[in-house]
């Protein structure tokens, strides 16, 4: 009697999912999207690169000293265990699986923003990215 209520249930939320219709995004939307992660990355990078940079002289008197040797020492045991390889498989796997449901997600966010929240603030948020990126070109280049 459970199955058939499951069932039931089933069906009921298929019919009542497909009643709601989740609006595209506009393409210019997506674009934009994607202008801004890609600078968004690229900061990201050259944070990174510059903070390696800085700390490079730190890493090398620590591998100097008999701690940094020993740290050195058990990170490639740790490599080197089929244990950690076959972790690294399974994660990479899984974030190969997840991509296109965190591309559907975005897109259907995207779609959200663009046909219920964009005509409201759209120009207010547009206006703060704007004013938050002046800082961002100062404190953390994209270049």
Wanted: aromatic share 8%; with cysteine; proline share 5%.
């Amino acid at each position: 009697m459970n199955g058939k209520y499951a069932l039931a249930l089933i069906l009921a939320l298929q019919v009542s999912m497909s009643l709601c219709e989740i609006p595209a995004p506009d393409q210019e939307l997506v674009d934009k999207y994607e202008a801004m992660k890609s600078v968004f990355y690229k900061r990201l990078l050259n944070a990174y690169s510059k903070i390696q940079a800085a700390a490079a002289p730190v890493v090398d008197k620590l591998s100097e000293s008999g701690q940094g040797q020993a740290t050195k020492d058990y990170i490639e045991d740790l490599q080197s265990k089929p244990e950690f390889r076959s972790a690294v498989k399974i994660a990479t796997g899984v974030a190969q699986e997840a991509a296109p449901l965190v591309e559907k997600a975005r897109m259907t966010g995207l779609g959200l923003y663009g046909h219920y929240v964009r005509p409201y603030i759209g120009t207010q948020l547009d206006g703060a990215i704007n004013h938050i990126k002046v800082y961002l070109d100062q404190f953390m280049p994209a270049e």
